[in-house]
């Protein structure tokens, strides 16, 4: 049944690397009315079901026979439902258009931005650049002055004016201002797209020639530095803090105290053993000195800056930071990771970086292939009708009837979309719920109803330019259609009636089998003496009941005696114990259990006997279900061999996978 399954409604498309002779795949190995099917078709099928091309040529002749069977029903099905017109269903080309709509803008979108995005990020981030950055922010100013001013800062500049007199007498970032607008390192995903873009575009020693908008501001960015990128570093160091246990010593003394240790290192003392001594980091010493793996910026700047410049082995001059004087030695670099391993982290870091950003690129491109237009006439009109009503408020309010039939925006020549169209979307979005119809909010709101319905737009001629999508659909389409035929042939001729059931109960019965139970109660303890005094009391005659009651450490069983449900013999240890012994009354030996210490003892045996009817009606039911729908499935197939006559040439199976067969 998976088999079949998988080859229904797979939507996996496997790309198979495989290369065999065209006459190879024209082998033919079965035949059905007037269709053939070659060698070709059945290894990409078979490999497809199996998982994997590896996989396939290892499996057996007896493996492939089965799945000709199958692929030949499949076939003969595939031409029954031509032939019932379900090309033609309505309910059919309605799931699939739904289909094809939902899953063809997530494909689309996971290709158009998704893997093109992670691959060219992969690539960016073996780099790692520096630069400095003049930014000017609107946040005083209106955008379009804050642009005019960094532009005319930008000509300054360009006429030769030095970069880093310029970051002191406008740049709004004071983070930087006072480093001469350095960043220091970073790489790709790290600041804002736009920023990155350009950064990865320009020349070390050159400024960017355009001003770079982003969220914070206007930006006039300068490259300077790229080179290879460590991911990751581990480091060992040696600190002599600037405070000390003793509190009388002067703050020279703490440089002269690194620069002895720093002299023992240069005569071949071990980097290791002097920090285990004289370490005054106590996270690091007692581990010679080691600090782990860190990436970039995990680190006060003057430690990252030095670590970072370090080759593997090497041992830092002594370097200053506001926790005192370090020497530090890089012991290992882990390597930049393969594509494949680095994924998964990559789609992440795509998604949070720069998704919104290509996302809204590929939008304003798709604006002007499908010739996007807002209707800015209807958008005032709707704007001036709410008077200051909110978003949540449209399908309580009067306005809504003189607005909802507005067309809004149009797209690809006649798809004009009214403001009903535009409030049901929204209706129930948290970002516009409570927010007042403004012209720039609903601005906001067109456009991402827009976004949709342009992918969607561009989903529609998916399949005539994408193969892989072509047969993602081509293998739901073929699902649908083996669905509603097992429906028709199968699930709707199922009759389920009782005499049926009883019958089939009948002649199973022996199937239905009520297996060997036990009635039992323990005495649990925690500690071993205490269990080995209990038993030596039930030895002398005390009554089990009675001191369970009173000491079994089993949370809510003393005011059950130890007394436990009835259970099957299998069930645990418990039951294999008290099932172990002969006599109702009996008790075993203190046994180890839970982390401590029971006695069990056995109250009644309940032997294993047959399932009633009623007992095992459920059971026969779903039994008795699948013996029908098989029997039926096996008509049905009968009819079909009937009608097609199909042929199975099992011995050319021999040749399959075999590269060099023909």
């Given amino acids: 049944m998976k088999v079949r399954l998988s080859l229904i409604v797979s939507v996996v498309v496997l790309s198979l690397f495989y290369s065999c002779t065209p006459e190879h795949s024209k082998i033919i190995v079965a035949k059905y009315d007037?269709?053939?099917?070659?060698?070709?078709?059945?290894?990409?099928?078979?490999?497809?079901?199996?998982?994997?091309?590896?996989?396939a040529e290892k499996d057996s002749l007896s493996d492939y026979k089965k799945f000709l069977d199958l692929l030949v029903n499949f076939k003969m099905k595939l031409r029954d439902a031509k032939v019932r017109g379900f090309d033609k269903d309505t309910s059919i080309t309605n799931e699939l258009n739904d289909y094809r709509k939902k899953i063809g803008v997530s494909y689309y979108l996971e290709k158009e931005l998704v893997d093109k995005g992670i691959k060219v990020l992969y690539q960016r981030r073996k780099e790692e650049l520096r630069a400095k950055h003049i930014m000017i922010k609107a946040d005083t100013v209106s955008k379009e002055q804050a642009r005019k001013e960094a532009e005319m800062v930008l000509n300054k500049i360009k006429k030769g004016e030095k970069f880093e007199d310029l970051v002191k007498k406008y740049s709004d970032d004071n983070y930087s201002k006072s480093k001469g607008g350095d960043l220091y390192y970073f790489t790709a995903g790290e600041l804002p797209?736009?920023?990155?873009?350009?950064a990865y575009n320009t020349k070390v020693g050159s400024v960017y020639p355009h001003v770079v908008q982003t969220r914070y501001g206007f930006h006039i960015i300068k490259v300077t530095e790229r080179r290879k990128r460590k991911p990751r570093i581990r480091v060992s160091h040696i600190m002599i803090s600037f405070k000390s246990k003793d509190k009388n010593r002067k703050p020279d003394e703490a440089l002269a105290k690194i620069k002895e240790i720093q002299k023992k290192l240069n005569n071949g003392a071990d980097f290791a053993e002097l920090a285990k001594e004289y370490s005054e980091d106590p996270g690091s010493a007692k581990r010679g000195g080691d600090l782990g793996f860190f990436g970039r910026r995990r680190m006060v700047r003057p430690f990252d800056e030095a670590a970072f410049n370090l080759k593997k082995g090497e041992v830092s001059g002594?370097?200053?930071?506001?926790?005192?004087?370090?020497?530090?030695?890089?012991?290992d670099i882990e390597p930049y990771p393969t594509f494949e391993k680095d994924k998964e982290s990559l789609k992440k870091l795509y998604k949070r970086a720069r998704y919104q950003s290509d996302y809204k690129h590929l939008v304003d491109t798709l604006k002007t292939k499908f010739n996007y237009a807002v209707n800015n006439s209807s958008v005032d009109k709707i704007v001036d009708a709410a008077d200051s009503a909110k978003f949540k408020d449209y399908y309580n309010h009067t306005f809504s009837n003189l607005v909802k039939d507005y067309v809004i925006f149009s797209y690809a020549g006649n798809n004009n979309v009214i403001c009903d169209s535009l409030f049901k979307f929204i209706k129930g979005d948290k970002v516009y719920t409570n927010k007042i119809i403004t012209k720039q909010n609903l601005l906001n709101a067109i456009n991402k109803y827009a976004g949709q319905l342009l992918i969607e737009k561009k989903v529609e001629s998916l399949e005539s330019e994408d193969p892989v999508f072509a047969k993602l659909m081509k293998d739901y389409k073929e699902g649908l259609y083996i669905f509603k035929l097992q429906q028709e042939e199968v699930w709707n001729k199922l009759k389920v009636d009782s005499a049926g059931v009883y019958n089939y109960y009948l002649a199973h019965k022996k199937q239905y089998v009520m297996p060997e139970k036990v009635d039992l109660s323990e005495i649990y303890s925690r500690s071993d003496s205490l269990i080995n005094k209990y038993y030596k009391e039930l030895k002398n005659g005390a009554n089990f009941d009675s001191l369970a009651a009173k000491y079994t450490e089993r949370k809510g069983f003393k005011k059950k005696a130890g007394h436990f449900p009835v259970m099957e013999v299998t069930r645990s240890e418990l039951?294999?114990?008290?099932?172990?012994?002969?006599?109702?009354?009996?008790?075993?030996?203190?046994?180890?259990?839970?982390g401590g210490w029971s006695i069990v003892k056995l109250n009644k045996k309940i032997s294993e006997r047959l399932k009633t009817f009623e007992e095992a009606k459920a059971e026969v039911s779903s039994a008795f279900q699948e013996e029908e729908s098989k029997r039926l499935e096996n008509e049905y197939i009968t009819r079909l061999k009937g009608i097609y006559n199909p042929i199975y040439y099992y011995d050319k199976l021999k040749l399959a996978y075999k590269k060099d067969a023909s």
């Fill in 34 to 55: 007037d269709s053939n099917i070659t060698m070709g078709e059945f290894e990409k099928e078979y490999a497809k079901n199996v998982g994997s091309l590896e996989k």
């Fill in 193 to 198: 797209p736009e920023f990155v873009d350009a």
């Fill in 575 to 594: 039951s294999k114990q008290a099932a172990a012994l002969e006599v109702p009354g009996e008790f075993s030996k203190p046994f180890k259990h839970s």
């Fill in 318 to 331: 002594i370097v200053r930071t506001k926790f005192g004087y370090h020497l530090i030695k890089l012991t």
